[in-house]
């Protein structure tokens, strides 16, 4: 089992930046992967992000190149660098783990990210 605290959420204008920090502990195989997903209003749950213990990373296109995900292996962290923050970030972050790309996910309860002016 995995416990998982997301951290950091808050409200931001167009063009601002935040940081989500999540706080994971539990089964030591079930942080091989970490990442983030959201989900926007009325929307399905998304990928945002996702980073492999040897720190390989992976990003939804409409992220890249605003967005760094990043990963304390020491400490059990996975931090959400945002830039350039847009009204369409607008969503609850969710952080998860798994043990492989196979496996089910672990998830966190989520933080709200609101992006407005």
């Known amino acids: 089992q995995v416990q998982l605290v997301e951290s950091g959420g808050g409200s931001v204008q167009p063009g601002g930046s935040l940081r989500l920090s999540c706080a994971a502990s539990g089964s030591f195989f079930g942080l091989n992967v970490m990442g983030w997903y959201r989900q926007p209003p009325g929307e399905e749950r998304e990928l945002v992000a996702t980073i492999t213990r040897d720190g390989s990373r992976n990003y939804a296109d409409s992220v890249k190149g605003r967005f760094t995900i990043s990963r304390d292996n020491a400490k059990n962290t996975a931090d959400l660098h945002m830039n350039s923050l847009k009204p369409e970030d607008t969503a609850i972050y969710y952080c998860?783990?798994?043990?492989?790309?196979?496996?089910?996910?672990?998830w966190g309860r989520g933080t709200q990210v609101t992006v407005s002016s």
């Open positions: 998860t783990s798994r043990a492989t790309f196979y496996s089910p996910h672990f």
